[in-house]
């Protein structure tokens, strides 16, 4: 086979968004003696393992080598594509004939947004020494460029916290040192915007909300009730009673503690007045609202996307609609049958990636849900612990995953590098498992033991370096920080203007 005098080979077990900011792994290219060097450019970061190439694999990286002119033209064009139909593959069309088979571009941007919630447990500090648990590990300046995202090209605008919440005891890490940062808060996600190139390339400025999960494994799910709230009893505006959702939360989107610098604003008001900046600061735009969250962080990214629906805050001063899509991943069922309708009539679009072994999408609503007959559903609909499942769902099996092992492990199968690995193979119902994109299945065994044993990934692999000591004149200390970053000084004016505080308050 002739290989091409300058291309690049694109290995199937790493994307670029894993490597050093542009580079490549390994280049071909023209010496002055006519022969082909290769050359090591790159290194894969340390997290990165390496996986053994199978024969079949070897085949594959010869048969992906392409001219670097191809590779820009694909790339050019697949970008032109999505920035013209950002809102069908947002849901428009609720997703009709972009499932089954599997859209390229759908699967790119459902992977995109899945790594950028992933991105809120890479950065969380769960770690119950630290005196800095429960917080971002980095600053909301340099948040991705930290994480190695800095072609995601989006910048963070605003961390979010929650306060703790008696009704999900075991949502929060609880540090073990009595020095802490706050007795009452956990970081929970951000804010993040479009770049002007990111922009251009989406065919909008697109706002980024991102709710981070639990990180203590499945205890959380034990404490949702069967009963649910009307979502008016947490002062969010609703004309209709009968729309009601989980009382966990519903508290815990709504809860502040005035006492606690971070907390001193719910998650809600965080939510609602940087909404109100951003959406005034490109009022002249296209914009567009994506919410994207795993497990506890998808319940809490349908609850404020409908908030911000039912405030009216996505209305433009011309009178049109502000886009409003959710990406869920492995989210528990959250609200009523009225509730559903209601987000459906406000126009949010709804997506949800779940694993069919996973035990968090059946939670609450166990028995009474939207699998019952329609006309046993009308004659229940009124139960306190009737849930029902919200848009459209895509249904994952990581049995159909050859890299997998067929775990019984509920953690396994809730795990969102997981659902990531099984979103880059799935091609539609009934078909085989191919990786279509070069996403490492390695990332999979970041936090679990997933993998099967031949890949050679260690479980549990992703580890902080000494666990946030540094030595420092002949002493092992903890890693200072000059500040925590909290609440912009205009959350209130904004609060003021969308008629949430009033200058008494």
Request: with cysteine.
């Amino acid at each position: 086979m002739a290989i091409p005098l300058s291309s690049t080979i694109v290995f199937p077990f790493s994307t670029k968004s894993q490597l050093l900011p542009n580079q490549t792994l390994f280049s071909i290219n023209s010496s002055s003696d006519s022969h082909c060097s290769w050359t090591l450019r790159t290194q894969l970061l340390l997290h990165q393992p390496c996986l053994a190439l199978s024969k079949r694999t070897r085949k594959n990286v010869l048969s992906a080598i392409s001219t670097d002119s191809e590779v820009s033209t694909r790339s050019a064009e697949a970008e032109t594509e999505l920035a013209k139909k950002w809102r069908e593959i947002h849901g428009s069309n609720d997703w009709v004939d972009l499932l089954e088979p599997m859209n390229p571009i759908l699967r790119s941007e459902l992977i995109r947004y899945g790594e950028m919630t992933q991105a809120c447990y890479d950065a969380f500090v769960y770690d119950p020494y630290s005196k800095y648990c429960g917080t971002s590990r980095y600053a909301l300046e340099s948040f991705f460029q930290s994480l190695g995202m800095e072609n995601q090209g989006y910048q963070v605008t605003r961390f979010l916290y929650a306060t703790g919440n008696i009704q999900m005891p075991n949502l929060f890490i609880k540090p073990r040192w009595p020095k802490l940062w706050s007795k009452h808060a956990n970081w929970i996600g951000y804010v993040s915007v479009s770049d002007d190139e990111t922009s251009k390339r989406l065919g909008r400025r697109d706002i980024v909300i991102a709710w981070r999960g639990t990180v203590t494994r499945l205890e959380w799910v034990a404490d949702l009730t069967n009963y649910l709230n009307p979502i008016s009893s947490g002062k969010i505006q609703c004309p209709d009673p009968a729309v009601k959702v989980e009382s966990g939360f519903l508290d815990l989107y709504t809860d502040k503690e005035n006492e606690c610098n971070f907390c001193k604003f719910s998650a809600r008001e965080q939510i609602l007045a940087e909404m109100k900046r951003l959406l005034e600061k490109f009022k002249d735009e296209e914009v567009s609202i994506t919410l994207t969250g795993h497990s506890l962080g998808s319940a809490l990214a349908m609850i404020s996307a409908y908030d911000i629906a039912e405030t009216g805050l996505n209305k433009t001063a011309d009178g049109r609609d502000v886009h409003i899509s959710v990406f869920s991943f492995a989210g528990p069922r959250v609200g009523n049958i009225r509730f559903r309708e209601r987000l459906n009539n406000l126009g949010v679009k709804v997506l949800r990636v779940v694993n069919v072994h996973d035990i968090v999408p059946k939670s609450p609503g166990l028995f009474f849900n939207e699998n019952l007959p329609p006309w046993l559903l009308k004659m229940i609909e009124w139960l306190p612990w009737t849930y029902i499942h919200v848009g459209v769902e895509l249904k994952l099996d990581h049995l159909d995953s050859p890299y997998l092992r067929r775990s019984t492990d509920a953690g396994c199968s809730h795990n969102l590098e997981a659902h990531l690995h099984l979103l880059a193979g799935y091609q539609g119902k009934g078909m085989k498992f191919e990786l279509a994109i070069g996403r490492d299945p390695a990332l999979v065994n970041k936090s679990c033991d997933f993998l099967e044993d031949k890949y050679v990934v260690p479980p549990m692999w992703r580890q902080d370096e000494n666990k946030g000591m540094i030595y420092v004149d002949g002493r092992w200390v903890f890693a200072e920080r000059e500040n925590i970053d909290g609440h912009p000084e205009d959350t209130h004016h904004h609060l003021k203007e969308i008629g949430l505080f009033s200058d008494s308050n």
